[in-house]
């Protein structure tokens, strides 16, 4: 059974930047039950816009007859805090004004990420995780996770993620943000305050998300036509999407969390914080991933200690881990020897 569960926790969270959020809201889902001994727990750390129902996002992973089924595993993601899914965002009432924070939501961390991660899981009392994964966003939380504390996780599976998020992808996150920014209700103090320009910011991102040869496939246009062309209303279809469930805050707050990712920011290097993961680590790349180019997943594993790379052929980009489920499922079969 799938249950959606909240986690208040009414104690000041110190953030990695010095500053503190009064409380937190933790939303989170659970599907499956906890076995006696608590070693059948699946852990899932989400991606940028996803919310904490992984079966909803990653139906051909987790799910009734998928690889990680709810009948043996006990499914966990929380949502990410400043998401628009009910953890505290910025749309939240700040406890000390009786406020919504709207701009004046602090920036978060991957790291805060992780704080918040902890503290849901020593709530629950789960000693160990037994299976740790997340793509993209998602990845780079199970990674900090894995270095903040080796002793907990026991299996790590990281998809189309990185170490440190590349100058490319903090430069597609900013175009983002300018057009959020450039948007005049932006300044404004309402849920719907940059909201158009939130649709444009999605639109450059499906950019990212996908690549040429994708859009030459799925968006193709008709020999001699002139205007009306599929790329165009697909564009306009995932920003108004967007705009019906998401709010510009959390996009613009999110994205800036996503720019903080650094595991070397600290401990010496990045190759010194990766060898500091114990968890048996798995770690798929997509060929034609060009905002989190396969060579990173490469390097994550040629530092991580024993991690186990692959590649998947597809031409989906980096959607390609939202898609690619049959592949990726054989793929941590034969890892895990299932």
């Known amino acids: 059974m799938l249950r959606n569960e ?30 006696a001994d608590k070693s059948n727990v699946v852990w899932v750390c989400h991606a940028f816009t996803g919310n904490a129902n992984p079966s909803d996002w990653w139906n051909g992973l987790i799910g009734d007859n998928r690889f990680f089924n709810p009948k043996e595993h006990f499914v966990i993601c929380m949502n990410v805090p400043g998401s628009h899914y009910g953890s505290t965002n910025p749309l939240s009432v700040n406890p000390e004004t ?66 440190i998020l590349s100058p490319w992808g903090i430069a ?42 994708t859009y030459n496939r799925t968006q193709s246009r008709d020999e001699g036509q002139v205007n009306f062309f599929r790329a165009s209303t697909y564009q306009n279809y995932q920003g108004e999407k967007i705009t019906r469930r998401f709010n510009a805050f ?4 999110l994205s800036k969390m996503f720019d903080s990712h650094d595991v070397g920011r600290g401990r010496g290097s990045v190759a010194e914080a990766l060898k500091m993961i114990k968890a048996k680590t798995l770690v798929i790349g997509i ?47 034969d890892w895990c020897g299932c």
């Open 250 to 253: 959390s996009y613009w707050f």
């Open 98 to 163: 009786q406020k919504p924070y709207y701009h004046d939501f602090p920036l978060l961390t991957i790291r805060d990420v992780v704080t918040c991660l902890e503290l849901l899981r020593k709530h629950l009392e789960i000693e160990k995780i037994y299976m740790l994964m997340g793509g993209s966003l998602g990845g780079q939380q199970a990674q900090e996770w894995s270095i903040a504390q080796p002793e907990v996780i026991e299996n790590l599976i990281l998809f189309s993620t990185n170490a």
């Open 287 to 333: 060929s034609s991933d060009h905002l989190f180019p396969p060579n990173e997943q490469a390097f994550l594993a040629a530092h991580i200690p024993g991690a186990q790379f692959v590649e998947i052929d597809s031409d989906y980009g980096h959607d390609g881990f939202l898609i690619e489920f049959e592949t990726m499922s054989k793929i941590i079969a």
């Open 172 to 213: 597609f996150n900013e175009s983002q943000r300018m057009a959020i920014e450039l948007d005049p209700t932006w300044v404004e103090r309402h849920p719907k305050a940059g909201i158009e320009g939130l649709r444009v910011a999605r639109s450059v991102a499906l950019l990212s998300y996908r690549n040429y040869q």
């Open 6 to 35: 909240m986690y208040c926790h009414r104690e000041p969270v110190l953030l990695e930047s010095g500053e503190f959020l009064p409380e937190v809201d933790l939303a989170y889902t659970t599907y499956g039950e906890l076995n």
